[in-house]
């Protein structure tokens, strides 16, 4: 089973945030290769974030999208190996998440995935 471990310091997240990123209907993918700050890194573990602003209703509504979207990450890293652990991934959700199916959620994350996979070569 793969941990997640998120970004502790705010440094790291703005470094993160000008970097590379992807757009979609249900999320926001800000992602970068191991800093200097994370070179002493484990297999087992997945440096990524989940993020929502305060806009986006209240905090059950929050919950559940990152709770949606974790479940998604942790989906498609376990069975298609398609998410790098070299990277730093910061994932910022958007509302489109709580409304929708499940299914569609967990395509469009691995078809996001993938972009990010190509990208890489």
Do not use: C, P, W
């Given at each position: ?42 297999n087992n573990?997945?440096?990524?974030t989940f ?22 990450v942790q ?47």
């Amino acid at each position: 089973m793969i941990k997640f471990k998120s970004l502790n310091q705010n440094k790291h997240f703005l470094s993160i945030l000008k970097k590379n990123k992807f757009n979609n209907k249900y999320f926001t993918v800000y992602f970068d290769k191991a800093s200097k700050y994370y070179e002493k890194r484990k297999n087992n573990y997945l440096y990524i974030t989940f993020v929502m602003k305060k806009k986006i209703g209240n905090a059950v509504t929050r919950n559940k999208i990152k709770r949606k979207l974790k479940f998604a990450v942790q989906k498609i890293s376990e069975k298609q190996q398609l998410i790098d652990r070299n990277y730093t991934y910061v994932i910022f959700g958007k509302n489109n998440v709580y409304s929708d199916r499940f299914s569609f959620v967990l395509d469009e994350v691995k078809h996001t995935f993938k972009k990010i996979k190509y990208l890489e070569n």
